[in-house]
């Protein structure tokens, strides 16, 4: 759902500018409190991760594509506010090296594939952890449920966008429902990869999920035939592998995809650029100004077999960004930790 330059005017662009510039002001603040020594080298890897998932389109319906957004995932693993900033990092990434998503149309991009995404899918997924039985399979339930709504709700943000400050003249009953609809089916492929990620970081560290905080299950001992509370282990139950090996692992599988599983993605044009094409919302679009980048379209200039071509742009990619993000992180939880206490 990357917006390009051109589809909506300088004016509502500047106003999404400044949302997006809120909205990251107001996350690196949050993500102060969300972020210790445990979870801020995380946040850097979920950013990653994003980067290399997001060049993995999949098949949603005859000519059309859909790749993960991340909201949800980045939400529910290092938590709301912090999640915006990993998505964030992702696409500006995305815009400056790899043409990716206008640069003027930064600010729309920010706004409703980081904040609209994060927002909807961390506020679905506390009120369903509230409902559900407290336990692991919970939180990945929550997690399919708030991913799966998250994509489509972003269709909507960018409809009502374009009914703002849209460059062509297209009713915009046409483009709700035709984005609305192949959002739905792209959603689904949002909502299995992100509970697939939670679960499997679930089931080695769950300390670390921000979105299973609190939520851990007592056990219970049978006791003449009734189900009694256990007492409180003296001792934490020691995890199932370390941080760094999860981190290593994380990194590892973010380089595989992006650099060779993306080779077998799908080409068909994703969501918004088929609606684009097929009612001429993009008549209008301009040329990107990193189009002459050496990693353009998400290839390396002068590399001319294309698998390794954009294998190498997939590694360079996750590269940049796991090391962007992680400054940003450390730099965030410095701050939180170079801050006078708020108690005494």
Known sequence: MHVPDGFIDAPTSAVTAVVAAGALAVGLRGARRELDERTAPLAGLVAAFIFAVQMLNFPVAAGTSGHLLGGALAAILVGPYTGVLCVSVVLLMQGILFADGGLTALGVNITDMAIVTTVVAYAVFRGLVKVLPRGRRSVTGAAFVAALLSVPAAAVAFTLLYAVGGTTDVAIGKVAGAMIGVHVLIGVGEAAITALTVGAVIAVRPDLVYGARGLRQGLKLRVHGELVDAPEPTAPVAARTSRRALWLSGLAASLVLAGFVSYYAS??????????????????????????????????????????????????????????????????????????????
């Open 267 to 344: 080409a068909s044009p994703d969501g918004l650029e088929k609606v684009a094409h097929d009612h001429g919302i993009d008549s209008k679009t301009k040329e990107h100004a990193s189009a002459g980048s050496p990693l353009a379209d998400y290839g390396v200039e002068d590399v001319s077999d294309a698998r390794l071509s954009g294998g190498l742009a997939g590694v360079i990619g996750v590269g940049t960004t796991v090391v962007a993000g992680s400054a940003v992180f450390w730099a965030v939880r410095r701050r939180r930790t170079g801050a006078p206490s708020e108690t005494h």
